[in-house]
């Protein structure tokens, strides 16, 4: 067999068991939820847009994904390429202003000024989850150790226990925290998942 046969073989093999580990661990979570996935940096791009997909396309709920790691438009294009329904979707995108000040508002997507405007986050949220349609949504934060390098460690601290204590309070809503696994931010990352009814990982 040809070698780019095999390492296509081997892409498309890891995927699928990317996708099913991802699967098995949200069928397992309660429909109203908090959960912290913890992330292998090599994996991270590639877990984000399986829970997505599965979370849009497999559960079928509409839900909210703060990006502090890349714009908008760069995931929706790879969401779109993965076959996610990316209707379902609206967007807090805390990176794009820092290179594109002009952006506001597009469409239904909320555009911050930057990571470490967390009361102007905080207030596009609640601006975003107005908007949800009533029934199940999920919340997606990706990432708090983003958050980390334009934060103070208590400052991400206390703005994840109040977003946790918001998603709580809304019925039927999934919120979910995605932060890369790192020895340097264990102790940060036990902390948080003291908020979490679920600490899951994925390698």
Same mark, same amino acid.
């Given at each position: 067999?040809?070698?780019?046969?095999?390492?296509?073989?081997?892409?498309?093999?890891?995927?699928?068991?990317?996708?099913?580990?991802?699967?098995?661990?949200?069928?397992?979570?309660?429909?109203?939820?908090?959960?912290?996935?913890?992330?292998?940096?090599?994996?991270?791009?590639?877990?984000?847009?399986?829970?997505?997909?599965?979370?849009?396309?497999?559960?079928?709920?509409?839900?909210?994904?703060?990006?502090?790691?890349?714009?908008?438009?760069?995931?929706?294009?790879?969401?779109?390429?993965?076959?996610?329904?990316?209707?379902?979707?609206? !967007? @807090? =995108?805390? *990176? $794009? #202003?820092?290179?594109?000040?002009? /952006?506001? &508002?597009?469409?239904?997507?909320?555009?911050?000024?930057?990571?470490?405007?967390?009361?102007?986050?905080?207030?596009?949220?609640?601006?975003?989850?107005?908007?949800?349609?009533?029934?199940?949504?999920?919340?997606?934060?990706?990432?708090?150790?983003?958050?980390?390098?334009?934060?103070?460690?208590?400052?991400?601290?206390?703005?994840?226990?109040?977003?946790?204590?918001?998603?709580?309070?809304?019925?039927?809503?999934?919120?979910?925290?995605?932060?890369?696994?790192?020895?340097?931010?264990?102790? !940060? @990352? =036990?902390? *948080? $998942? #003291?908020?979490?009814?679920?600490? /899951?990982? &994925?390698?």
């Amino acid at each position: 067999m040809p070698e780019e046969m095999q390492n296509l073989e081997k892409y498309l093999s890891d995927s699928r068991d990317l996708y099913l580990q991802i699967k098995n661990k949200v069928d397992t979570c309660a429909k109203t939820s908090l959960s912290l996935f913890v992330v292998d940096s090599a994996k991270f791009s590639k877990a984000t847009k399986e829970l997505v997909n599965v979370l849009c396309n497999d559960h079928e709920l509409p839900g909210i994904y703060l990006t502090t790691n890349k714009p908008y438009e760069s995931l929706m294009q790879s969401f779109t390429d993965h076959g996610i329904k990316t209707d379902r979707l609206l !967007f @807090i =995108d805390c *990176i $794009s #202003q820092t290179v594109k000040p002009e /952006i506001a &508002i597009k469409g239904k997507h909320y555009f911050i000024d930057s990571p470490s405007d967390l009361t102007q986050l905080e207030i596009a949220i609640q601006k975003a989850v107005s908007k949800m349609p009533q029934g199940g949504i999920f919340i997606i934060l990706d990432s708090i150790s983003t958050l980390l390098i334009y934060n103070k460690r208590e400052v991400v601290e206390r703005f994840v226990h109040l977003l946790a204590t918001k998603i709580r309070a809304k019925p039927n809503t999934r919120g979910i925290f995605i932060a890369i696994d790192s020895h340097e931010e264990e102790s !940060f @990352i =036990d902390n *948080i $998942s #003291q908020f979490c009814d679920y600490a /899951i990982k &994925i390698d």
